[in-house]
């Protein structure tokens, strides 16, 4: 089974995307983040046609927004709420008897201050909740992807000292981060696979005139594993030619082989 995560960054506007995602990366379940789509304009029928009947979403006009797309059955559909907040970040269902977990952590801001910077409070709060809410639990087979908008090993980012004070990169969400995968019972799915001192980006900024040219990457995108799972992990890739296609995401799709 091939998952792939990917934040597509609205799903009507690039809904011919990921028809080429389809295509090429060719997932059997696909999870989605910034759907910014309520749930009566989802493209249900566009994405069916597409070979991807079986699909469970939430999402709000304009912002966050979270579906799993599959090509085959989707049971048990649910969803938490986390922070104190009713928006749509987080959807989870069963395929082949594997929870999958959909997760848009927030952003958090550009200040890596909670008292000056409500949102990176609500960012820490947030991955604080999560860390409790899978450590209290004997979760079985599960896999959680998404965008989680921390980059945690100095490896994940461009230039690891002059991020060091820059919100995805701090620290503090770092160290949140790292204790969420161990607390959770979590495998990195990706860095296991590529191992430890791969450079590896999932995201380059639309402020760079030429991404390709200044690099200057972030790996924010994430699949973890349970550990039962990690043995079977049997490939993984960054699918990095769709930051070049038209119109793109600032986000590439990620994607593991089970």
Sequence with gaps: MKITSWNINSVRLRLPLLEQVFATVAPDVICLQE?????????????????????????????????????????????????????????????????????YIPAGGDVPERDENPKFGHKLDFVKEVTAYFAAQDQGSAVMVGDLNIAPLAEDVWSTKQLRNVVSHTDLERERLLSLIAKG?????IRGHFGPEEILYSWWS?????????????????????????????????FAEARGWEKPSDHVPISITL
């Design 35 to 103: 759907t910014k789509c309520v749930d009566d304009q989802f493209p249900t029928e566009a994405i069916a046609d597409m070979g991807y009947p079986y699909q469970a979403y939430r999402g709000e006009k304009s912002y966050n927004g979270v579906a799993i797309l599959s090509r085959l059955p989707l049971r048990d559909a649910s969803h938490e709420l986390w922070a104190g907040k009713e928006d749509c970040r987080h959807i989870s269902a069963i395929v082949n008897d594997i929870r999958i977990h959909n997760f």
């Design 185 to 189: 019972g979590w495998h990195d799915a």
């Design 206 to 238: 639309y402020r760079a005139r030429d991404y390709r040219a200044s690099n200057r990457g972030r790996r924010l995108d994430h699949i973890f594993v349970t550990n039962d799972l990690a043995d079977k992990v049997t490939s993984a890739e960054i």
